[in-house]
């Protein structure tokens, strides 16, 4: 998944930017309300977390702004903010979850999850397509009854795809789900991390369609 933190508090953006890297999160993180928008005008995500007091516009300015242009991306607040109106005001500004500060950072990454899935069109804690199943809590692939561990990248590479069986991603965007900004993309990772899950899973768990990308089968 790649998540766009929105904070400017220093130290919780640090904490929970480190949580979301070890998570095998892609994460870009800005400290103010004004860049938020800016990110999201030119990037996709799959998650923004968003804090609500921010120098320059406001949390529930951004929120509007992404909501008002018709973006669907799932937002979590976070935020010390705890009035019942502050509360109401981001639900009905279109957020679709709340965590208060302080959280633990457990409960933060349950909920992300949860958010995900829900827009993902899956209610439960599994992604899969019929032949795979994968676990986002446990990062564990099962396949024709076998189960295996998975590597971070590979997690966020077969994640990224299972969203959407049957949807190609390109490579610049499997490449998107894997790195942040201003990390440095190796050549030919996507195509390592699709060799070593085909090599777990069978070379047909992950279809390729020359010239475009990659899928997963919806349903075979
Ligand atoms: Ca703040």
């Known amino acids: 998944m790649r998540v766009l933190l929105v904070e400017d508090d220093r130290m919780i953006g640090e904490a929970v930017e480190a949580a979301l890297k070890d998570t095998a999160y892609a994460v870009d993180w800005v ?16 998650i923004v977390l968003l804090d609500l007091g921010l120098p320059r516009k406001d949390g529930l300015e951004v929120l509007r702004s992404i909501r008002g242009r018709d973006d669907a991306v799932p937002v979590l607040i976070v935020t010390a903010r705890d009035a019942l ?3 109401i005001a981001g639900l ?6 709340y965590v208060l500060k302080p959280f633990e950072m457990a409960e933060l990454l349950a909920r992300m999850r949860a958010v995900a899935r829900r827009k993902g069109g899956t209610a439960g804690p ?3 397509n019929g032949v795979l199943s ?12 076998q189960s295996f561990a998975l590597s971070a990248r590979e997690f ?15 490579r610049s965007e499997l490449e998107d ?6 990390m440095e993309v190796e050549s030919n990772v996507v195509e390592f991390m699709i060799h070593s ?4 899973l069978g070379s047909d768990a992950i279809r390729n369609v020359r010239g475009v990308g990659w899928l997963v089968p919806k349903n075979s």
């Open 31 to 46: 400290r103010d309300g004004q860049m938020a928008i800016e990110a999201l005008a030119s990037h996709r995500y799959d």
């Open 85 to 87: 109106e502050d509360r």
């Open 92 to 97: 009905d500004a279109g957020a679709d979850d």
């Open 126 to 128: 599994l992604l899969g």
């Open 134 to 145: 994968l676990d986002m809590a446990t990062k564990v692939v099962t396949s024709n009854g």
């Open 156 to 170: 966020a590479l077969l994640e990224a795809l299972l969203i959407r069986p049957g949807a190609i991603l390109s």
């Open 177 to 182: 789900r894997i790195y942040g900004w201003g």
């Open 197 to 200: 899950l085909r090599k777990k």
